[in-house]
């Protein structure tokens, strides 16, 4: 028995190249072996595990990145609000100076067309000042011809 346990032995275990006597294999290599094939339950639990992991923290990042865009868009709304708002105070604005431009340039036109119309009107009272005048003339002159 004692020979047996010290013939030199490899590792069943394929792609190991490990070498050693039997009783090595035996009592601690065969048990911590890399290359060992585990039992089928172990390896089961194992998978299971490392799929509940990776299905928690994609479920983890799917949530966080549900949240983020949720806020996104809550921003990017604020944000649009905001920017109606801006447009609209730019656009009332704009408005205002365009009426009170256009109400200068109205008073302005009315102003200067009273101001012409006096002034005809003003010469025409000359002129007709003028032809009463004359005819003042003429009507003494018949007078006084007559």
């Known amino acids: 028995m004692r020979l047996i346990k010290?013939?030199?032995?490899?590792?069943?275990?394929?792609?190991?190249?490990?070498?050693?006597?039997?009783?090595?294999?035996?009592?601690?290599?065969?048990?911590?072996?890399?290359f060992s094939i585990r039992r089928g339950d172990d390896l089961d639990k194992k998978v299971e595990q490392l799929v509940q992991t990776l299905e928690t923290?994609?479920?983890?990042?799917?949530?966080?990145?549900?949240?983020k865009h949720q806020q996104d868009i809550k921003e990017l709304k604020l944000k649009h609000e905001q920017d109606i708002k801006e447009l609209k105070l730019k656009v009332i604005s704009t408005y205002e100076e365009d009426i009170k431009e256009l109400e200068l340039k109205v008073i302005s036109?009315?102003?200067?067309?009273?101001?012409?119309?006096?002034?005809?009107?003003?010469?025409?009272?000359?002129?007709?000042?003028?032809?009463?005048?004359?005819?003042?003339?003429l009507c003494e002159k018949e007078k006084q011809a007559a």
Do not use: A, F
């Open 109 to 137: 036109t009315y102003e200067e067309d009273i101001k012409e119309l006096k002034l005809k009107l003003q010469q025409s009272e000359n002129r007709l000042q003028l032809l009463e005048e004359k005819e003042k003339e």
């Open 6 to 34: 010290q013939l030199v032995v490899n590792c069943c275990n394929e792609g190991c190249s490990w070498q050693g006597c039997l009783s090595s294999l035996l009592q601690g290599h065969q048990n911590n072996c890399n």
């Open 57 to 67: 923290q994609l479920m983890l990042k799917i949530s966080t990145l549900e949240i």
